[in-house]
């Protein structure tokens, strides 16, 4: 808009009809405005209007006059007001944009003429009673009549004077515009064309409906739902696969490093190497009988099949055939009771049709020493060929086992070595082995935790291993197992006294009385040929502290018959040293 004057744009027109029209020559001004036409008084109906002349190429056209009477302009909001109905109109072409029905005649192509003014134009319209006055001129609006089509928006009224509507195209054809981008909404096309009206200064029909445009889908909200759709999917075969390998260790095959196949040997000292050499000849015991049953472990004395035991392991058989054996590569077979003694606590057991039996070398328990390592081999708890290994703990252990019977007839005297490898219930029996694979021990008791004295397996406090373990030296071991197996009994050491064993004091007394009422002193005995005396306190014997008369009994029959001792004595306050030859009892 120039001057505040509007530029009226109008439709392109169809084809034949826009062959017509020139290009117009450009405006002298420069402003790209197109003249238009002032307003005329209105003519008789019977009369035609002059027409305006333009320029060749000028896409206005010539504005008829109105044939009606102008009135005073009223508000947009006053009732519409009523006008003759409209004379008919003539045969006409197909109009386009806005245009009015031209006839059929002058439809045809018309070459241009650029650069030449047309001297009398051919009107494109035929006058419009209801046209709308020009620009400026004041003129009622009056609806018009019933069409096919549905009436072009009412242009509101501005400053109480009527804008004119466009008359003529304009050579830039202008495409249709989205509602979006009319500032009054959709305008609805006319006669089929696909231009439609634009008036910037139309009000819009109210009653007048258009179909909305469906409103184009966001790209963006189906991006960010495929990407959650993703999410999800791939999150779903994430969690499967990581539970896959969670639970089958990977998708593919797991090796593992792993050494190779080297030499199984081993040196000969190690506890390895003597469990290999050990272990063929240690045994698992199976005894029945009164009642019970128990397990213990012996080991092979000579190819003769004497295996050497604890009494305590078999007392309960009353015949050979509560006895069976189990060799560590499962042979079993049954065995027979050669001889038992119950002071020492030791027996044989002998087993035949035997074959590859393999004996254990025996060792010299007198070169032990304290520290010297040790293996223990035997049956904890029915678990047959365990190994335990440890140290040589102690020497000379006074201990005392058994003594269920009440009488003392069961009890057993040792002078043990301690150790502290694990000894368990169905130890009883088994070998001590040095670092030689030789036996130097017989496995016998061990101490509880639980309070009392605890020796012997058979101890109701027993809760197992506590490190404290005790076996019968194997030199003594070894005479009794002889003696067991050339006549069936052990004979033990004596001194030929009766013992105080109620005595509190420090050492072993000589009791006043013997069993029965009989004489303390044996006549004849070993400490009576000493000068042995009832009340005597013995101290020492060959130079070792006894506090007791368990000690002294121990110390005793750590002996053979015949050996020499030297005994020292307190007698009514002084010390006395006496040297003795031991006797000879048998055992039971």
């Known amino acids: 808009m120039n001057n505040g004057k509007p530029n009226w744009w109008s439709r392109p027109s169809n084809t034949p009809e826009a ?41 206005t056209e010539t504005a008829p006059a109105p044939a009606f009477e102008v009135s005073e302009p009223r508000p947009l909001t006053a009732e519409p007001l009523t006008a003759e109905p409209p004379a008919p109109a003539p045969e006409t072409a197909p109009a386009v944009g806005l245009t009015k029905p031209v006839p059929a005649a002058e439809a045809a192509p018309v070459a241009p003429a650029p650069e030449t003014p047309v001297a009398a134009p051919v009107p494109l319209h035929a006058p419009d009673e209801y046209r709308t006055p020009p620009y400026g001129e004041p003129g009622p609006w009056a609806p018009a009549p019933p069409v096919q089509r549905p009436p072009a928006p009412v242009p509101p009224q501005q400053q109480g004077a009527v804008p004119p509507a466009p008359a003529h195209p304009h050579a830039h054809p202008q495409p249709h515009a989205h509602p979006q981008q009319h500032p009054q909404g959709p305008v609805p096309p006319q006669g089929g064309s696909p231009w439609t ?26 991006a960010v739902a495929g990407a959650l759709v993703f999410a999800l ?28 196949a080297g ?14 050499s050990a272990l063929p000849g240690v045994v698992t015991l199976h005894v029945r009988g009164s009642g019970s ?70 060792g010299n328990s007198d070169n032990v020493r304290v520290g010297d390592p040790v293996v223990a081999i035997g049956a904890p708890f029915d678990l047959s060929n365990t190994v335990t290994s440890g140290i040589i703990s102690a020497k000379e252990r006074p201990i005392t086992a058994g003594g269920e019977k009440g009488d003392g007839s069961d009890i057993s005297y040792v002078d043990a070595l301690q150790t502290d490898a694990p000894i368990n219930p169905g130890n009883s029996g088994g070998p001590l082995l040095d670092s ?35 076996a019968i030296p194997i030199n003594q071991g070894k005479r009794v197992a002889e003696e067991l197996i050339n006549t069936g009994k052990a004979t033990h050491p004596v001194i030929g006294v009766s013992l105080d064993m109620q005595f509190n004091g420090d050492g072993a007394r000589v009791g006043e009385k013997g069993k029965d009422g009989s004489a303390s002193v044996t006549a004849g005995g070993p400490a009576a040929k000493a000068g042995l005396r009832p009340g005597d306190v013995i101290t020492k014997v060959d130079g070792q502290r006894v506090h007791n008369g368990e000690e002294l009994i121990v110390k005793i029959r750590a002996h053979r018959p015949g050996d020499k001792l030297e005994l020292t004595l307190t007698r009514d306050g002084k010390e006395l040293t006496k040297t003795l030859t031991l006797g000879s009892s048998q055992g039971t």
Do not use: C, M
């Not at 200064?201 to 189906?222: C, I, M, N, T, Y």
């Not at 004497?306 to 054996?325: F, K, Q, R, Y």
């Open 436 to 470: 030689k694979a030789r036996v130097i021990g017989i496995n016998s008791a061990i101490r509880a935790a639980g309070g009392g004295s605890g020796e012997g397996e058979g101890a109701a406090s027993q809760p197992g291993s506590i490190g404290l373990g005790f």
């Open 19 to 59: 062959a017509r029209i020139s290009t117009p020559p450009p405006a002298e001004d420069g402003d790209g405005d197109f003249p238009l036409p002032a307003p005329r008084p209105p003519a008789a109906p019977d009369q035609a209007a002059p027409a305006e002349s333009r320029p060749s190429g000028d896409l």
């Open 233 to 260: 999917v791939t999150g779903v075969i994430g969690g499967g696969i990581g539970a896959y390998v969670e639970r089958n260790g990977g998708l593919t095959t797991v090796e593992l490093p792993q050494a190779e």
């Open 197 to 222: 009206q634009y008036d910037p200064w139309g009000a819009g029909d109210p009653g007048f409906a258009f179909e909305p445009v469906p409103a184009k889908k966001s790209r963006k909200g189906l």
């Open 263 to 276: 030499d199984t040997d081993r040196a000969p000292e190690s506890v390895a190497g003597i469990a290999a």
């Open 293 to 362: 049953s128990g397990t213990g472990t012996g080991f092979v004395l000579d190819t003769k099949g004497h295996i050497l035991t604890n009494n305590h392991v078999v007392d309960g058989a009353s015949s050979s055939e509560d006895i069976s054996v189990t060799f560590s590569s499962g042979e079993t077979a049954r065995a027979r009771l050669v001889g038992k003694d119950t002071g020492y606590d030791l027996a044989v057991v002998q087993v035949t049709g035997v074959s590859g039996l393999k004996p254990l070398p025996l």
